[in-house]
């Protein structure tokens, strides 16, 4: 941990704050470094917690970086901080981008997610939740245990996290160089974050993201209902693109073997939206015989990057 007294950067129109510390300089990075801060008292939800990847190079110099932030931050750089034994290396793949001449190098902010029903409870958008028949309904609020709370976490990301990584690390701070990731229901929540957020980001990978909403048994009994409550959302808060990207993509075995539908539904629409065009502002890709793990989010982590930052 960083020996230094927490700062507390609270603002009265936010809908959650935190105590976040501010790092010493001599604890930034030399070479790629990791930084852990937490736990973190935040109004609203569980204690947080935020790993921080510095790229190799980034105290050799003045310049700046894009960002990379992703859900589940537990799960992206080291085996022994999961649950399953197995991350996503997300600083080996950047590092072989960069060494390929396909990405530049990005700093890593990794969220961590509460452990049991809170994760569901912070990661489910809320409109969504409102917008489903009761019969899921019944399914969020069991799996939810507690009412849901990710428009709190979305804000404190977008109006405390990302302010203060801005102001403590050396950034490039606007929407074009700011990308939301993550998998499952942190897929969704990315999805979620750029849509509600354009604000703050420009770039959204929502990778085997659990559009379905509710167990997968009960989904399959509302699919169409599930697909029209996402198209309802998007006709009511999706704006234009202005340059903003989303990635979307599933495998086709384990939990992934469900999410057809609905990320073609959703891709559907997209297709119909004014602005929205396939392969350019959005896509939606399909893996086959890609399990819901982090390996295999690994194995195509670099597709996704290298098509949200292309030129």
Not at 61 to 75: A, E, I, K, S, T
Not at 141 to 166: E, I, Y
Request: charged residues 20%.
């Amino acid at each position: 941990m960083i020996g230094r007294a927490f700062a507390l950067f609270a603002a009265l129109m936010l809908a959650a704050c935190a105590s976040v510390p501010a790092p010493d300089d001599g604890d930034l990075a030399r070479g790629g470094r990791f930084l852990d801060y937490g736990p973190l008292a935040v109004d609203g939800l569980p204690d947080q917690r935020i790993s921080i990847w510095l790229p190799p190079g980034y105290d050799e110099g003045v310049r700046r970086y894009p960002v990379l932030y992703m859900w589940d931050g537990q799960n992206l750089f080291d085996p022994a901080s999961t649950h399953y034994g197995k991350a996503w290396m997300a600083q080996d793949v950047l590092a072989g981008m960069v060494a390929r001449g396909e990405a530049e190098p990005h700093i890593v902010v990794g969220l961590w997610s509460p452990p049991g029903k809170d994760r569901y409870r912070t990661y489910q958008p809320e409109a969504i939740a409102e917008l489903v028949p009761e019969g899921v309904a019944a399914s969020v609020r069991d799996m939810a245990g507690g009412p849901l709370a990710s428009d709190a976490n979305v804000a404190w990301l977008a109006d405390t996290v990302k302010p203060w990584v801005d102001r403590s690390f050396r950034t490039q701070a606007a929407p074009e160089s700011t990308t939301i990731v993550g998998a499952s229901m942190g897929g969704v929540l990315a999805c979620y974050s750029l849509i509600e957020r354009p604000d703050v980001f420009g770039r959204a990978g929502c990778v085997s993201s659990h559009f379905a909403v509710a167990a997968p048994d009960i989904a399959a009994r509302h699919t169409p209902a599930i697909v029209g409550a996402w198209r309802s959302y998007l006709d009511h808060r999706l704006a234009l693109p202005e340059g903003r990207r989303i990635w979307m993509d599933h495998g086709t075995a384990a939990l992934d073997s469900y999410y057809g539908p609905y990320q073609l539904g959703i891709a559907e629409h997209l297709d119909t939206m004014a602005g929205w065009t396939r392969d350019k502002d959005f896509t939606a890709r399909v893996y086959e015989g890609a399990e819901h793990d982090e390996i295999a989010w690994n194995a195509r982590m670099a597709d996704m990057l290298a098509w949200l930052w292309r030129e």
